[in-house]
């Protein structure tokens, strides 16, 4: 069974502050996605990464995506109060033929002003 | 566009009655939908695919009769709770699959059994 093991699951930092969210695995993933949520809605899609090794920038987000394909990590620079949200990562259950997503704990992340 | 919508965006019911949860591709066909199920500051929980014209599948632990799910059309599943309990409470969340794979999620719907 795939797994994704997303770290930290709570962070609290101050306005101004950099971080770093990591989401791993035993198992190689076609691709892998990360969203964030906002309490009350739907998880929103920030960026699929495909590539090993692929770095994407989204702004003050830095995504990045493991050589060997199990692993991805997201950087926030300079982080905003409106950064805090919950930042899921997911890939695709390799398993299925659904294409049904695997879920990482989630990353609950407050900034605080 | 890839907007997906979900109705009712919160339900108050009492115990033992139904409620029926509509979740809409807007600007898309969908043959294959996902339900979740969200529980405060958590992850999302797949409950189950449901795939246009055929039965859905079911994530194991989920009960079938429990939860009914109907995907009548390429842009429309329905997620029914039935006999609904407090334990039911949850925020239930639906994705809509794009012709890429990717999954469009809805606002997510808020239950509340009293």
């Known amino acids: 069974t795939q797994l994704l093991e997303q770290s930290p699951q709570f962070l609290s930092i101050q306005e101004g502050e950099n971080l770093t969210v990591y989401c791993n695995s035993s198992?190689?993933?076609?691709?892998l996605q990360w969203y964030r949520q906002e309490p009350g809605e739907g998880p929103v899609l920030l960026v699929t990464v495909v590539t090993g090794g692929e770095v994407k920038k989204l702004k003050r987000l830095t995504f990045q995506f493991g050589d060997a394909r199990k692993d991805s990590s997201l950087h926030i620079t300079a982080a905003q109060p409106g950064d805090t949200g919950l930042y899921l990562c997911?890939?695709?259950?390799?398993?299925?033929?659904?294409?049904?997503?695997?879920f990482g704990q989630g990353t609950t992340l407050q900034v605080k002003p | 566009g890839a907007v997906v919508s979900q109705h009712p965006s919160w339900v108050i019911c009492k115990s033992g009655t139904s409620v029926k949860i509509e979740c809409r591709s807007l600007?898309?066909?969908?043959?294959?939908m996902f339900w979740y199920r969200q529980f405060p500051k958590q992850s999302l929980m797949l409950m189950a695919t449901?795939?246009?014209?055929?039965?859905?599948?079911?994530e194991q632990g989920v009960e079938k009769d429990k939860f009914l799910i109907n995907h009548a059309s390429l842009t429309l599943s329905t997620l029914t709770v039935t006999s609904a309990h407090p334990e039911d409470s949850s925020f239930y969340i639906c994705?809509?699959?794009?012709?890429?794979?990717?999954?469009?999620f809805g606002p997510g719907t808020r239950l509340l059994v009293l």
């Open positions: 600007d898309f066909q969908a043959t294959t």
């Open positions: 449901s795939n246009e014209g055929s039965k859905a599948t079911y």
């Open positions: 198992s190689v993933f076609s691709s």
């Open positions: 994705s809509a699959q794009g012709l890429a794979g990717t999954q469009y």
């Open positions: 997911a890939g695709v259950d390799g398993s299925s033929n659904t294409g049904k997503l695997i």
